[in-house]
C-alpha cells in the first residue's frame, strides 16, 4: 500500500512524504513536460534483496502511479522523463527500464558487462538512450532499447550525462578523488575530457554515488 502525507500545500508549492511497504530510499527525481514529478529508488523486498520503484506526481503532488519493476536484487539510480510521456529509469544488476505513461513497462534490457549499477540515463534527441555505468562504461541505446554503441571510459562511476545541441555529449565521471568531465561524438569518440581533484577521498562507496553536470546552453555548443 502507498501512502501520501500532505505537510504543506500552497499555490502548487508542496512537500510530500511518500511511504509504501519496504521503501528504504529515493535516489533520482525528474520533472515531465506537463510539470509533475517522477522518482525512483529501491525497497527491501524482505529477503535483503531491493526491487525497484518508480512513481508518477501531478504538479500538485498527487500520486497518478506507483509500481515495483524487477524480481529483487535491484534498485533505481537515474531516471529521466521521455518524449512519449513515459520516462525510462536505469538500476543495479545492469538494468534499464523503459516505462509508459501509466506506469506500465514496455521493455526492460539488462547489460551484465557493465557489472553493479547502471549510474545515469538519458533519452536523447533521436528518441534513444544514452547510458551511464558504475564501472565506467557508456552505452549509446536506439528506441526500443537495442546497442547502437558502445566504449569503456575509465573507472569510475558516470554518474551524468547531457547532451549538446549538435548531438555530442557530456559525461560526468566520479573516481575518489577526483571527477572527469568529458565531451564524445554522437558516434562515442572521444572529442575532450578533463581531470580535476576534488580535494576529498573517503572510503565510503557511497561517496561516489553523488554528482551532477550540465551543459550550459547559453554558451552555444
Not at 17 to 23: D, E, H, L, T
Not at 56 to 81: H, K, M, P, T
Not at 84 to 97: E, F, K, L, R, T
Not at 100 to 125: A, C, H, L, M, N
Request: some cysteine; hydrophobic content about 35%.
Amino acid at each position: 500500500m502507498f501512502f501520501s502525507t500532505v505537510l504543506f500545500a500552497q499555490d502548487n508549492t508542496f512537500i510530500r512524504v511518500f511511504n509504501a511497504s519496504g521503501m528504504t530510499g529515493g535516489l533520482a527525481l525528474a520533472v515531465m513536460p506537463d510539470g509533475g514529478f517522477v522518482g525512483t529508488g529501491q525497497a527491501d523486498n524482505g529477503s535483503g534483496s531491493c526491487y525497484t520503484y518508480g512513481y508518477r506526481v501531478d504538479e500538485c503532488g498527487n500520486i497518478l502511479w506507483f509500481n515495483y519493476y524487477g524480481s529483487g536484487g535491484q534498485g533505481g539510480v537515474s531516471i529521466d522523463a521521455t518524449s512519449d510521456s513515459g520516462v525510462v529509469i536505469s538500476a543495479s544488476s545492469g538494468n534499464i527500464y523503459k516505462i509508459d505513461k501509466d506506469g506500465i513497462p514496455e521493455w526492460q534490457r539488462t547489460f551484465t558487462s557493465v557489472g553493479g549499477y547502471v549510474t545515469s540515463v538519458i533519452q536523447t534527441s533521436d528518441d534513444g538512450y544514452l547510458v551511464g555505468s558504475q564501472s565506467g562504461y557508456i552505452i549509446k541505446l536506439d528506441p526500443v532499447g537495442n546497442v547502437m554503441w558502445s566504449g569503456f571510459i575509465g573507472s569510475g562511476d558516470i554518474h551524468a550525462l547531457d547532451e549538446f545541441p549538435n548531438g555530442d555529449f557530456l559525461y560526468f565521471q566520479y573516481s575518489n578523488p577526483n571527477v572527469d568531465i568529458g565531451r564524445i561524438s554522437s558516434l562515442g569518440s572521444i572529442v575532450w575530457e578533463k581531470t580535476y581533484n576534488s580535494g576529498y577521498s573517503s572510503s565510503d562507496n557511497h561517496n561516489n554515488w553523488g554528482g551532477e553536470a550540465l551543459i550550459d546552453t547559453n554558451q552555444g555548443s
